[in-house]
């Protein structure tokens, strides 16, 4: 059975600090790594995908992957008000593979 | 343009019923999807479908079935509604081959009373 594993929060964090979102999975046979947010009643939208072990940093968000750990992760720098959303990491194998979601971490920061 | 759509946005409809759920995409994309996100906000995937295989999650009851007319729409039909089935159904597409994003539409929001 294919698991993604997440803290479900709720994660708080001061404006303009760092956030970091942890991320597990069971099945080593994912090939790629996602990031989603999804704010509430709106559908998810993708943040950073990545599929390489190492870090890949897109403006204030990195993710990081090491897939001997099967960990991935992301932090969020000079967190915002508006990054308050629940943030799902998402793994998929390949070919026409659906994503196994986790579970989201709620992240809420704070002015 | 919207890049993926679905109808309707809300769904209200009585246990035992049989109900559909529309979508279309106009990227072009080869793959089509249906998730579940249930109260807790569990987001699970249903079936992928494209012109070469339909992958079903186990898990899913008999009850539901993607039908495809054409490679831009992936309709869910639902048969004998029932309470459990109330949920957010999203559907997605995307290119296979590609690590790129899965585009989700904006959700039909299914209640079964």
């Known amino acids: 059975q294919k698991e993604v594993e997440q803290n479900s929060g709720p994660l708080s964090v001061p404006e303009g600090a760092i956030a970091s979102l942890n991320c597990t999975y069971s099945?080593?046979?994912?090939?790629?790594f996602f990031w989603y947010r999804q704010y509430s009643g709106k559908s998810p939208e993708l943040i950073m995908f990545?599929?390489?072990?190492g870090d890949k940093e897109d403006g204030r968000f990195t993710a990081q992957l090491n897939k001997a750990s099967q960990y991935v992760s992301l932090l969020i720098r000079d967190s915002q008000p508006s990054d308050s959303a629940t943030y799902l990491c998402?793994?998929?194998?390949?070919?026409?593979?659906?994503?196994?979601f986790g579970k989201g971490t709620h992240l809420i920061i704070q002015p | 343009d919207t890049a993926v759509s679905q109808t309707p946005k809300y769904l209200v409809t009585q246990m035992g019923n049989d109900k559909s759920i529309k979508c279309e995409q106009n990227?072009?994309?080869?793959?089509m999807y249906w998730y579940k996100q249930d109260s807790k906000k569990f987001l699970k995937i249903m079936f992928s479908?494209?012109?070469?295989?339909?992958?079903i999650n186990e898990t899913v009851p008999n009850r539901f079935s993607p039908k495809s007319p054409d490679k831009a729409h992936l309709n869910l039909h639902i048969n004998s509604l029932e309470l459990g089935d109330s949920a957010v159904y999203f559907c997605?597409?995307?290119?296979?081959?590609?690590?790129?994003?899965?585009?989700f539409g904006p959700g039909t929001r299914l209640t079964v009373t």
């Open positions: 990227l072009g994309h080869d793959t």
């Open positions: 998402a793994v998929r194998r390949g070919g026409a593979d659906g994503l196994t």
């Open positions: 997605a597409s995307s290119q296979v081959g590609q690590v790129v994003e899965q585009y």
């Open positions: 990545i599929y390489s072990n």
């Open positions: 099945d080593r046979g994912s090939q790629s």
């Open positions: 479908y494209n012109n070469k295989e339909l992958i």
